[in-house]
């Protein structure tokens, strides 16, 4: 905790940065959150802070969003599946590319941002995500596929849309 704490003050405020740990912590203690995802969020926060300090209020309220509703049982699909996710190909990835992937979700989820559609941006990504994962072609088209969708995502659709899209930019290539 001290040590993300640390982090994060960098950034923001030092109450802001014990808050948004606390948080953190407690989903990790609710096993709303591996430790694998934990990370990578305080990885993504950082950046996203980092870019705009202003979001703290907005992503402080989506984490508390879900810790309070984890039970819902949308949210706690998408919190299992977000768990089970082999996140290991990062690894293999830049910083570079993995910053893309963080900037480029943060925009799709921050545009046109309300609470009342927070559940449905996560179900889309969620989705392209797991199909995205079901391809067998390379990582790195699988993100340039993910970064190109999301980009270009004018509004959320279903898996059914998300598959033609994939088929369509694979068949453009």
Do not use: G, P, R
């Amino acid at each position: 905790m001290e040590s993300a704490i640390f982090l994060f003050n960098y950034i923001i405020n030092k109450d802001e940065s014990i808050k948004i740990v606390k948080l953190l912590d407690q989903m990790t203690k609710c096993n709303i959150l591996s430790t694998e995802l934990y990370l990578n969020i305080i990885k993504a926060l950082i950046l996203i802070f980092h870019i705009d300090k202003n979001l703290f209020n907005v992503y402080y309220d989506i984490l508390n969003y879900i810790n309070n509703n984890f039970y819902n049982d949308t949210l706690y699909k998408i919190c299992v599946k977000l768990n089970s996710i082999d996140m290991s190909y990062q690894l293999e990835l830049s910083e570079q590319i993995i910053e893309n992937i963080i900037i480029y979700t943060n925009i799709f989820i921050m545009k046109d941002f309300t609470m009342d559609i927070l559940e449905n941006k996560l179900i889309f990504l969620l989705n392209l995500i797991t199909t995205l994962q079901q391809l067998h072609i390379s990582v790195d088209l699988k993100i340039n596929i993910y970064i190109n969708i999301i980009k270009n995502n004018t509004n959320m659709t279903d898996i059914s849309m998300i598959l033609s899209l994939v088929k369509k930019y694979i068949t453009n290539l």
